[in-house]
């Protein structure tokens, strides 16, 4: 059920959970966690949610999903309270979760190369064109994501 405050739509966490398709029990972690600091409270104490609540929801899903950690993304919560004086803490916070997201996607790249010759190999032993080919540089990989 959509309910309106003023000339703000809110939307109830199921509504949110099925937009985003994120579970409830993770929107009201990212609440205990003080991710979320200014969601607002039904009569009941059922938290009620505006478009901007959502959009930030959906930005700290992505930034999870790339591995920020809830800590990272509470500085940057607390930063952002602060006012626009704390943008180059903010934005220091997010260049260097950047430069590891690159890291890692450097690590995923080598990887599927890897998988992919492999695949090359497998391809040519089912043709009947068995060919000794090796990995030579799988050893030379950094696996740590």
Same mark, same amino acid.
């Given at each position: 059920?959509?309910?309106?405050? #003023? ?40 938290? /009620? ?19 920020? *950690? ?8 607390? /930063? ?11 934005? *220091?916070?997010?260049? *260097? ?10 690590? /995923? ?6 998988? *992919?010759?492999? /695949? ?18 799988? #050893? ?6």
């Amino acid at each position: 059920m959509n309910w309106t405050w #003023g000339r703000v739509n809110l939307f109830t966490i199921k509504e949110v959970s099925e937009k985003l398709n994120c579970p409830a029990h993770t929107i009201r972690f990212y609440d205990k966690e003080g991710l979320l600091p200014d969601i607002r409270r039904d009569n009941h104490g059922n938290r /009620l949610f505006e478009k901007r609540d959502i959009d930030w929801i959906r930005l700290i899903t992505c930034f999870r999903a790339t591995g920020m *950690s809830v800590a990272d993304l509470k500085k940057i919560v607390d /930063l952002a309270l602060q006012g626009d004086e704390t943008i180059g803490q903010r934005r *220091s916070i997010l260049e *260097s979760h950047q430069a590891e997201i690159k890291r890692k996607q450097q690590v /995923l790249n080598e990887a599927f190369e890897a998988v *992919s010759q492999k /695949l090359e190999v497998y391809n040519d032993i089912e043709k009947g064109n068995p060919e000794e080919r090796f990995l030579t540089y799988i #050893g030379e990989l950094d696996t740590t994501i």
